[in-house]
């Protein structure tokens, strides 16, 4: 009531103020001031500037500000008033109105004004205004109390419940545990763990079940142990086993049943010249094509396995380019196991070089009696015609005298020849007699080819040595003798040859770690004949009309006893290239050499 009360007076002191002339305006406004009883009332123009102001209060205090809230309602042309609490306690009644002046329209400003409340009214208000407070508090509070007493309520709900489930859990659990532990038990055992070991629970069905699976797993403990060590034991003997095949000089190949390879040792590749080792699981047809040595040994094989011969055993041959292999075959059948089904395991040793040795030892005896048979009777020969030839050529007739010198010519001559035979056959049938010394290979050739220029002129030797070649440990009356062998041989090839060729090659090299010296003779003449290039070492074979058949023989036997290989071949554009490798320091080490030079010595 009061506040419209007051709202209505402001309104009329506005209205008064209107005529009143702006130097009265503050002395108009004190006494109204007085007349309505207000504490304060002040007049505001724009921005809120203070034009006039007549307060209760003591001199040199500052007249109440506008707040926001009372411009924008002033500026809606509204009046403002509102119950406002005091810092020094009790309430005011504020009003607020728009000011124009009579003189001008327009808007010129606000009014004011500012009533004390009484103790006992303000009293009331304050109480009045605290209750409305704890109203609006509570009834702002009431929905998130609800909110929090059914999220409180419901909590206790759901713990409840969780904690009946644990406990039913616990006590589900603690029935259940020894089949549960039983259960992963058996998991373990599965997974292959049969050391597991299970908790003895109380003695009902389930702690018997629980104990014939302690059993159990123990038993299949000890079962696994002993398969392991028979596992180990057996890995170790195929370890031996494959130490062995690869320490071989047999050859040995492990095939399927279709023929594919289940495993070979170096060996078999050394003598197939193949490398088979890194060709495991490939069928062997396929792995022998373009291998002239592998295709002849499969279709060997074939031959018996496709007639159902799974057992059989046989001396075969086989011809390459480096000439002919004679090989001991056997077969077998090749027990099946958990990893390969049954298959056949073939073993071949290659004795091309034992029959070889074979017959040089045989031939040697034959030459060793044949020069000891022959050699005999040829000097009382020659003797007895030379002298019929010394007695009666002067005192014959001279048509009797001329037949008697071709005759006895022929005779001797003859003899010499036979002569040079048997001293030939006397070479080969003895074991040379090594005298080693360090000499210069290179010294050593360069003299034999000099020799040989300074007799064929009509045929070019070219010469292709090593500027660092080693000394050597050989005789060198031997090796002189090797090489005036191939060389005279070579000449002997280019005889009917109008550009005739000898290239004579000496380097040093290294065979599988070990310091060798290589000589390579080539000549341009017609070369070997391709049937017997795998027999030209052997005695008596030979292509020229003139020859005995025992030169490269010999040059063979004395390559071997320097610890040296001799090979031959025919060249890529035609003659004949003979390659001989020794090795340069082994040859004064080897087994008997020194007990022979210290005998001689």
């Known amino acids: 009531m009061q506040i419209r009360d007051h709202l209505r007076t402001t309104v009329r002191i506005a209205a008064r103020l209107q005529e009143v002339n702006a130097r009265q305006l503050i002395f108009e406004l004190s006494m109204l001031r007085r007349e309505s009883g207000a504490s304060e009332i002040s007049i505001f123009g724009r921005n809120s500037q203070i034009l006039a102001t007549s307060s209760d209060h003591p001199a040199g205090s500052l007249p109440t500000s506008l707040r926001d809230e009372v411009v924008l309602q002033i500026r809606q042309n509204r009046p403002f008033v509102s119950l406002d609490p005091q810092d020094t306690g009790g309430f005011v009644i504020r009003t607020a109105v728009p000011f124009t002046h009579a ?93 597991t070991q299970l908790p003895k629970p109380s003695r009902d069905e389930i702690g018997f079940l629980i104990s014939s699976f302690n059993d159990m797993t123990q038993r299949l403990s000890a079962a696994r142990r002993e398969a392991s060590l028979s596992q180990t034991l057996v890995e170790a003997e195929r370890a031996n086993l494959a130490v062995i095949l690869d320490r071989l000089s047999t050859g040995v190949i492990a095939l399927e049943s279709d023929l594919r390879i289940r495993n070979a040792n170096e060996a078999s590749g050394a003598i197939l010249n193949v490398d088979l080792e890194n060709r495991i699981g490939e069928f062997l047809p396929d792995v022998a094509r373009g291998q002239p040595l592998l295709e002849q040994f499969v279709d060997v094989a074939q031959v018996h396995l496709n007639a159902g011969k799974t057992e059989w055993r046989e001396q075969i041959v086989l011809r390459g380019e480096l000439g002919r292999r004679v090989l001991t075959c056997a077969c077998t059948t090749l027990p099946g196991d958990e990893d390969h089904a049954a298959g056949y395991v073939v073993v ?80 080969y049938a ?172």
């Open 348 to 427: 071949f040793d290659d004795i091309t070089a034992l029959l070889q040795a074979q017959r040089d030892a045989a031939w040697g005896e034959v030459a060793r009696r044949l020069a000891h048979e022959i050699k005999n009777p040829l000097t009382p020969i020659q003797l007895s015609a030379e002298r019929m030839r010394r007695k009666y050529l002067q005192t014959l007739p001279k048509e009797d005298a001329e037949v008697l010198d071709r005759a006895t010519h022929t005779i001797v001559q003859q003899v010499e020849a036979m002569k040079e035979m048997v001293n030939a056959f006397s070479d």
């Open 103 to 195: 003189n001008s329209r327009d808007f010129f400003g606000v009014i004011q004004a500012l009533f004390r409340v009484p103790d006992r009214m303000g009293a009331m208000a304050d109480s009045v205004d605290s209750s409305y407070n704890d109203y609006q508090k509570a009834l702002y509070l009431r929905d998130p109390l609800k909110q929090n007493f059914t999220l409180t309520l419901t909590v206790v709900l759901l713990l409840s419940l969780l904690a009946s489930i644990y406990g039913a859990f616990v006590l589900a659990r603690r029935l259940v545990k020894p089949i549960q532990d039983l259960v992963a038990g058996t998991q373990a055992v599965a997974k292959g763990d049969f050391d």
């Open 430 to 601: 003895r074991a040379p007699d090594i005298d080693l010394s360090h000499f210069s290979i290179d010294k050593l050739v360069h003299e034999v080819v000099e020799l040989y220029r300074a007799q064929e002129s009509n045929i070019e030797i070219v010469l292709n040595t090593d500027s660092d070649l080693p000394n050597i440990d050989a005789d060198d009356v031997r090796i002189r003798q090797i090489l005036h062998n191939l060389l005279r041989n070579a000449i002997e090839a280019l005889e009917h040859s109008s550009n005739g060729r000898i290239d004579l090659g000496v380097s040093a090299a290294e065979v599988r770690g070990i310091d060798v010296v290589e000589i390579v003779i080539a000549d341009n003449g017609p070369g070997f004949e391709s049937d017997s290039i795998s027999q030209i070492f052997d005695p008596y074979v030979t292509t020229k009309p003139k020859g005995t058949g025992l030169g490269l023989a010999i040059v063979k036997k004395l390559v071997e006893e320097h610890a040296g290989t001799i090979s031959a071949r025919n060249g890529e554009n035609g003659g004949a290239v003979i390659n001989i490798k020794a090795r340069s320091q082994m040859i004064s080490k080897l087994p008997g050499r020194a007990e022979k030079r210290r005998e001689r010595a």
